[in-house]
């Protein structure tokens, strides 16, 4: 009980500080030495390995292409099942939030969940499925999700070139005999390709919605949600979406540009009517 206790510890201390190392800085700080190759390094825009093979939850061979259909973007959870800590509560994160959008998986977006341990094998990805799907509250998201939301392990290193594509860096700790890990939701186009990350263990619907719909390259969402879209910005830097005025101030110009047109378009058509009628009166 006591070594237990001892390595939820370490795994709570290496995940503040890695939570810690990734966060927007507000002052130099010297990295420690175990998590200097720890983080995330994206390249946005960058192909994503589709050739490489997995293993699902029903140990079956998968390529990753076969997640990607053209249509919709997909979700890229980076994690390993035996986590003590942080991967548990990036899962719960995700959940919560995708639970939050009245998007379901499947319908907009897939999701997919890989393990970063290459010793890690099928039976625990289906384990921590299991669990993932247990743990939601509305019966068709569990469906969906039981259809869209996949759980890999790795299958040759594929695990770790996914990872360098994503700029996903990880780091095993033998002391405590964990990987060192930042914590971000990874989402690709629908021809692969990374488009946008999401950093933290809690994600606002909004700003996961913001991001499948820029991804998703104009192909999924509906007029009124693009142009909502319009709306914000999204700052690689940060990995944050921020609200823009003047893009704000452009949608509101459009609005009132359209509302004026339709309003012109009522009114000589009413009148349109008068004319006809008075001309067929004796």
């Known amino acids: ?6 390595r939820w510890w370490s795994a709570l201390g290496i995940g503040l500080a890695v939570l810690h190392l990734n966060a927007p800085a507000f002052g130099a700080e010297e990295t420690p030495t175990a998590l200097k190759d720890v983080g995330l390094r994206p390249t946005l825009g960058n192909q994503l390995p589709l050739e490489e093979e997995f293993l699902d939850e029903t140990n079956r061979p998968v390529k990753l292409a076969q997640f990607f ?72 998201f569990r469906l969906a999700a039981a259809r869209d939301w996949h759980f890999l392990v790795g299958k040759g290193g594929s695990e770790a070139r996914l990872a360098a594509a994503l700029g996903f860096l990880y780091k095993w700790i033998p002391e405590e005999k964990q990987y060192a890990h930042a914590a971000a939701l990874y989402i690709a186009s629908p021809d692969g390709k990374l488009m946008r990350v999401i950093q933290g263990i809690q994600f606002e619907p909004r700003d996961l919605k913001l991001a499948l719909l820029e991804s998703g390259e104009g192909k999924i969402g509906t007029f009124t949600e693009k142009l909502i879209g319009l709306c914000y910005h999204y700052d690689p830097k940060d990995n944050t979406y921020a609200l823009l005025g003047s893009r704000l101030m452009f949608l509101g110009g459009l609005i009132t540009v359209g509302a004026l047109v339709l309003a012109y378009l009522v009114w000589f058509l009413r009148n349109r009517r008068k004319g006809n009628a008075c001309s067929l009166s004796p």
């Open 69 to 140: 259909d053209g249509r919709k973007p997909v979700i890229f959870v980076m994690n390993y099942y035996s986590c003590p800590m942080l991967c548990g509560m990036l899962l719960n994160g995700t959940r919560d939030a995708l639970q939050k959008l009245d998007w379901k998986p499947g319908d907009q977006y897939k999701v997919v969940t890989i393990s970063i341990d290459p010793k890690e094998d099928a039976d625990l990805a289906a384990a921590k499925k299991s669990s993932i799907l247990s743990s939601l509250k509305d019966d068709k």
């Open 1 to 6: 009980m006591k070594t237990s206790f001892s």
